[in-house]
Each structure stands twice: as structure tokens, then as C-alpha cells.
């Protein structure tokens, strides 16, 4: 087992947390095609798959090659032919034009340099009425891990940027402890 494998599954293990609760409140359909920006170790672009099915397809948009690579592997090994890995940086994410039903982005936004141009160029990928999903560590007050180390975002905040990029909010969730959790509409 190597270094990207035990990060992979580390990743997993926390995406896996309320995902049922998640991808419950996404609504997503057969044949939708969906974007996981921020991909991390796969855990939400394979559920995703699942659900599209082969009629659909899903993009796993990640900044680091190697976690792509293990996609990419797992995806092989199993014979899934509806997901696409994509390289990209926190400034761009390098999807075709028109072709995502969704956005789903979680604990992404904070790494984001300059939040307002990236969604209004991501809304490109968008196809009309389509959604961004995105749920984000919201600071907190005392001390912690995630917001010393300034990986979270105010919900205000991201609904603030989103406006200003021209999305519309749509709906927002309160399940997940100390995330929020915000579905957007082009």
C-alpha cells in the first residue's frame, strides 16, 4: 500500500460521514452529469457514479495528480467507465463548456484564491439551471484545527461571492456540525 492509497482512504473515511444524508439531499437522476471539484480520494465522485449511472458521468476535479491516479485505478480495477479525471488548479477548473447538470464542491471553497472570478468562469460548465452544491467548515469561535489553519468560510460570506458571481441560493442545510452546507442555481 502506498502513501496515496493511505491518504485516499483517510479522505474517504471523513467524506463518508452524513454522505447518505448528502447525496440524499442532491436529488440527483440517472443520466445527470455531475463535477466533483476537489475530488480528494474519490469517495463522493464513486457514489456519484452509482447513481448516474452509465448513462451519466461524472468528473473528479482535483489539483493533485497522484489522488486522480488512484480514481483513475480504482475506476479500472472496477470496471466503471463513467468517470473522467481532470487535473486543475485553485484557480481554474478546466471542465468543458455546458455540460454539468452539478457542481458539488465540499471543503473546497476556502482554498479558492480569488472566489468571484472563479464561479463566474465556472459558470460556463454549468448548463442552464443547473446547481453548484457547496458545503464548507464554518469558523468557529474557540480554538481549533480548522480555523487556525483558516479552512473554513462563513456561510454569509460564500452566499455573498456566489451572488456576486450571478448565482442564485436555492436551498441551505443545518444537518452537518460545523459545515454548512448551500445548493446554488445558474
Not at 479500472?76 to 488548479?89: F, G, L, P, Q, Y
Not at 463548456?97 to 471543503?107: E, S
Not at 465556472?122 to 468557529?140: A, D
Request: a positive charge; glycine letters at 6%.
Amino acid at each position: 500500500m502506498n502513501l496515496t492509497s493511505i491518504r485516499s482512504g483517510m479522505l474517504n473515511r471523513r467524506a463518508k460521514k452524513n454522505s447518505s444524508q448528502i447525496i440524499k439531499r442532491l436529488e440527483l437522476k440517472k443520466g445527470n452529469v455531475i463535477s466533483d471539484i476537489g475530488s480528494g480520494g474519490g469517495y463522493f465522485t464513486f457514489e456519484f457514479s452509482k447513481i448516474v449511472s452509465s448513462d451519466g458521468k461524472v468528473f473528479a476535479v482535483d489539483t493533485n495528480q497522484k489522488l486522480l491516479a488512484h480514481i483513475n485505478k480504482i475506476s479500472k480495477r472496477d470496471h466503471i467507465d463513467n468517470i473522467e479525471t481532470v487535473i486543475s488548479n485553485e484557480n481554474c477548473c478546466l471542465l468543458p463548456t455546458t455540460i454539468c447538470d452539478f457542481i458539488f464542491m465540499r471543503n473546497v471553497f476556502h482554498h479558492i484564491t480569488n472566489p468571484v472570478s472563479y464561479f463566474k468562469d465556472i459558470k460556463s460548465c454549468i448548463r442552464t439551471g443547473g446547481k453548484i452544491v457547496i458545503i464548507e467548515w464554518i469558523p468557529n469561535i474557540n480554538w481549533n484545527f480548522i480555523s487556525y489553519t483558516d479552512h473554513c468560510t462563513q456561510y454569509k460570506e460564500i452566499q455573498k461571492i456566489m451572488r456576486e458571481a450571478g448565482f442564485t441560493h436555492v436551498k441551505s442545510f443545518d444537518f452537518l456540525k460545523a459545515q454548512s452546507f448551500n445548493i446554488f442555481q445558474k
